[in-house]
């Protein structure tokens, strides 16, 4: 068998550590392909770039590593890397990140970093989003690539059910003290959002987005819970966003029912 | 009772039709409140602003109705109006659109429109977005606008079921040729992506997103086949997206494992 295709990618862009510890980490498994944001891009979610024309600029920033920024979007790095730079090619796995900080619960929403890993999921690719809960610079990767090692492996040799991808986050502890790996559901939680107002030099008021993480730590099920616990979360997770629950009571309150006026 | 407050928002911007229809049809039911884009923002997903300020201006677009531009995306629009203009107050519920363009399918996940109702459906509001199959500024919302009516008066009436929002879609027809509602899943489907590739002023390469969506029209419950079929498509939908199936393949499959050094 041939050395497996792995493309990275990121939201932080291609020079944040975190992506340095994904590629060093990927490049163990095979041939590895990055395509990143020239920006930061946190908090992008899915957004993708359509008003706009996107520009790719091959970069030398991993030793042997082909490599290039992109103008857009996390998502949009994936559908350029998959549409043009690697378009005649199988890629065999997708990770992003590592991310600096979380996006356990409900923070994959707004995450670049997942909605790149997501969209390659969407096109057929098995893949991975990693992130480590600090959002510091200089955050220490190392407990997390001993942690992305063992779970590309094991998503290499297994692959991933069809249309799935993982989310997995890696709590900021020393590697001794990380209890391992946990199977966990996306856990509850809410920002305690504040928004900062001020003015601007002009005399005009503005709302910069702040908050707290406020996460719901009574499902031990909960990605949030094993975090608190020392483990490592792995969410499998799904871009079909249907409630199939749902579904039965809307019916049994007959939100379908026919137009009376057409026989 | 007091009469119902109805957040609006859309990611069209508040000049376009749809949301003056959507305006229209919820100002029947109670006080309407209107935050929306100053600028279009279809394809942001569920993108916040955080490395920027946000800012805010009253509009008068609609007549007799509070109304306020944000510079930022759709979901920014939602976590301004929950956290800084209606802060005291208990909005009954947010309604999303009327977008010009589907949201039905996969599409779900990358649109403004639907983003923003997600987010106030996270804030625990009643939550529904709307989408016209027509991508046109000139489309007719005459027939969607009698739905969004229907829709409306039966969430209000029986709410939704906690932590799901409607995402629906209204197919392209004169209200005379549409069979109904029904309740779906979110259907498969993909871009078949082109990027347009050109050469700008300055002889530099770009690429521009463009594409056809190809819906899978083989599952008779998708949104994608009762739009074909001439029903208005609902969809319940979560932001959990965690696939409860594949946590247990995963755990056959022991990715979740102790750490073997800590005892």
Not at 39 to 45: D, I, R, V, Y
Not at 203 to 225: A, I, M, P, R
Request: negative net charge; glycine residues 8%.
């Amino acid at each position: 068998m041939s050395k497996p295709l792995i493309l990275v990618t990121n939201d932080d862009g291609m020079n944040a550590p975190g992506i340095r510890s994904l590629v060093e980490t990927a490049r163990q498994f095979g041939e590895v392909f990055v395509v990143a944001p020239n920006s930061a891009q946190s908090g992008q979610g899915h957004a993708i770039t359509i008003e706009d024309p996107l520009r790719l600029h091959r970069v030398e920033v991993f030793e042997g590593i082909e490599s290039y920024e992109c103008s857009g979007t996390p998502v949009d790095c994936v559908k350029l890397a998959t549409n043009i730079l690697l378009k005649d090619r199988k890629i065999d796995l997708c990770v992003s990140g590592i991310n600096h900080g979380s996006n356990a619960s409900i923070n994959v929403l707004y995450s670049g970093t997942m909605s790149a890993a997501m969209e390659a999921s969407m096109e057929g690719i098995n893949s991975i989003g990693f992130s480590l809960c600090d959002y510091s610079f200089d955050a220490d990767f190392s407990a997390a690539k001993v942690y992305a090692h063992q779970i590309i492996a094991e998503t290499l040799e297994h692959g991933i059910p069809k249309g799935k991808l993982l989310n997995v986050n890696i709590p900021n502890l020393p590697l001794q003290q990380i209890k391992g790996t946990r199977i966990c559901r996306q856990g509850e939680g809410r920002w305690d959002e504040k928004f900062q107002e001020g003015l601007d030099p002009r005399g005009q008021k503005y709302y910069w987005l702040t908050g707290s993480f406020v996460g719901e730590s009574n499902s031990l099920l909960s990605d949030h819970f094993a975090l608190e616990n020392g483990y490592v979360a792995i969410v499998p997770i799904q871009h079909d966003l249907t409630n199939f629950d749902a579904m039965h009571t809307l019916h049994h309150l007959q939100f379908d029912r026919p137009n009376p006026s057409v026989h």
